[in-house]
């Protein structure tokens, strides 16, 4: 399964952005899914990650600010982000387990907060 995100924007601090993550394979549902950020100079870090069957864990640091969910019938996973905030700044991705584990990385979609 590859992945293509997408819903990156400009942003002002305190607002909202929905990043989509859709597959371009077969047997998406069946994938936990998780959402990165890299911020230039870090590393990359895993905010969230929703299994198959919708159970959903946090990057303590986003918790109650980002929320992630997935539509099987609409093969599509998302990730609200809320309030946020200049440090957010980031190329966010989305991946399978696998394709993590072995560094396969799809474009990302950048998500800048500046006022």
């Known amino acids: 399964v590859q992945l293509v995100e997408s819903g990156g924007a400009l942003a002002k601090p305190g607002e909202s952005l929905r990043l989509s993550c859709a597959p371009s394979g077969n047997m998406f549902s069946l994938h936990a899914i998780g959402w990165y950020r890299q911020a230039p100079g870090e590393q990359r870090e895993l905010l969230a990650r929703?299994?198959?069957?919708?159970?959903?864990t946090y990057k303590d640091s986003v918790k109650g600010r980002f929320a992630i969910s997935r539509d099987n019938t609409d093969n599509t996973v998302y990730l609200q982000l809320n309030n946020l905030k200049p440090e957010d700044t980031a190329v966010y991705y989305c991946?399978?387990?696998?394709?993590?584990?072995?560094?396969?990385w799809g474009q990302g979609t950048q998500v800048t907060v500046s006022s």
């Open positions: 991946n399978t387990d696998l394709r993590a584990k072995r560094n396969l």
């Open positions: 929703i299994t198959g069957s919708g159970t959903t």
